[in-house]
């Protein structure tokens, strides 16, 4: 069976521990350029702040990862909301949350199937509601708006970032799907009712094909509540 062939059956997901540093840091060094990678101590700080860090494994390797706070989150509170990536993955594990932020979803290049990626996306969808989240949270990075060697850039992408931190209006739908991240993770998220909910510009400026910015999708978790009562 090749590698991107795998199914749900041939993977194993679990929540990582401070033990499964190492395999983590491994990972990185295969999805993430140098300047994006956590280090070690960024990765045991996130353990000791309570972040679920849930794992996919294949014949016992690590071949995809994804981690999340719970938080309180309240749409309408931009000025609350963290402004840097460094913020972002530090907020401390909340009482009686009301959001999951997600964040550093990565999934080696060798497996890249939709298996592996919607395994970690529909698991911490479920966790995050079994923990009495109503909000997701996901930080989106918008690749094609320098480009990499992965992605091409893409002129409209651009245009309608900058447009509007310059001051002009929120880009709409059209423009920002036009990027693969944002895409996918929107597709990702389809039954949650989701939309982007605010783009803040160098939010990470270690990330050079997005020009540091990022933009945040927001998902109704409530629908899986829904969703489950018709089924």
């Known amino acids: 069976m090749s590698p ?20 983590m840091q491994v990972l990185e060094e295969r999805v993430f350029l140098p300047a994006m990678r ?30 999340f706070a719970f938080t309180h989150f309240s ?12 913020e972002y993955a530090s907020q401390p594990t909340a009482e009686a949350p009301d959001a999951i932020c997600v964040y550093n979803l990565g999934v080696d290049p060798d497996m890249r199937s939709m298996t592996c990626t919607r395994l970690l996306s529909t698991t911490i969808h479920r966790l995050g509601r079994e923990g ?4 997701i949270v996901a930080e989106g990075s918008p690749t094609s708006y ?5 992605v091409r ?31 996918l993770y929107h597709r990702l998220g389809g ?13 990470n400026p270690c990330d050079e094909a997005s020009g540091g910015h990022r933009v945040f999708l927001l998902g109704d978790l409530t629908m899986l509540d829904e969703q489950a009562s018709r089924t």
């Open 4 to 23: 991107q062939s795998k199914s749900t059956t041939d993977l194993n997901i679990r929540r990582l521990e401070p033990g499964d540093v190492e395999a």
């Open 38 to 67: 956590a280090s070690r101590e960024a990765m045991l700080q996130r353990f000791s702040l309570g972040h679920t860090q849930l794992g996919v494994e294949s014949e016992g390797r690590l071949i995809g990862m994804i981690s």
């Open 75 to 86: 749409p309408d509170d931009h000025e609350g909301f963290p402004k840097t990536f460094p």
């Open 132 to 135: 009495g989240a109503r909000f």
């Open 146 to 150: 320098a480009g990499n060697g992965r």
């Open 153 to 183: 850039a893409n002129p409209v992408v651009r245009e309608a970032i900058d447009r509007y931190l310059a001051g002009g209006p929120f880009p709409c739908d059209d423009e920002l799907l036009q990027d693969p991240t944002l895409a």
């Open 191 to 203: 039954h949650l009712n989701p939309r982007f909910h605010c783009l803040i510009g160098n939010f």
